[in-house]
């Protein structure tokens, strides 16, 4: 299985950006795909989370901030990101992993802290006018 992510790139302050991570090798049906990021400096944090069985999404309240949708389109097997009104604080490089149902579904936690057990390559993202 391999997760390949786009859409990064340089925006200014309270622009848009739409990453996507497309999933090859199985059906997107198989994982819950999450978002993560890890800024300049710092350790990588869960950003959001879809079940594309039944589109349940999962957020970061605190990172997020209300700006962010996870969506999924299964017939293309990707899963998206789209960001509104950026702040340099959300500079940095974007990954999305996947993690298997019976583990994603087997959880009472938040699906943002369990082990992933596929990851793409990542894409940056630089918020800066």
């Known amino acids: 299985v391999q997760l390949v992510e786009s859409g990064g790139g340089l925006v200014q302050p309270g622009g848009s950006l739409t990453l996507s991570c497309t999933v090859h090798g199985s059906a997107l049906d198989n994982y819950a795909i999450s978002w993560f990021r890890q800024a300049p400096g710092e350790g990588r944090k869960g950003v959001a989370c879809?079940?594309?069985?039944?589109?349940?999404?999962?957020y970061a309240d605190s990172l997020v901030k209300g700006r962010f949708t996870i969506s999924s389109d299964r017939a293309e097997n990707r899963v998206y990101l789209r960001m509104v009104s950026l702040e340099p604080d959300a500079t940095a490089i974007y990954y999305c992993a996947a993690v298997r149902q019976d583990v994603f579904r087997a959880t009472s936690s938040s699906p943002l802290i369990l082990n992933y057990d596929y990851w793409g390559q990542g894409t940056e993202v630089t918020v800066s006018s």
């Open positions: 879809i079940n594309p069985i039944d589109s349940r999404r999962y």
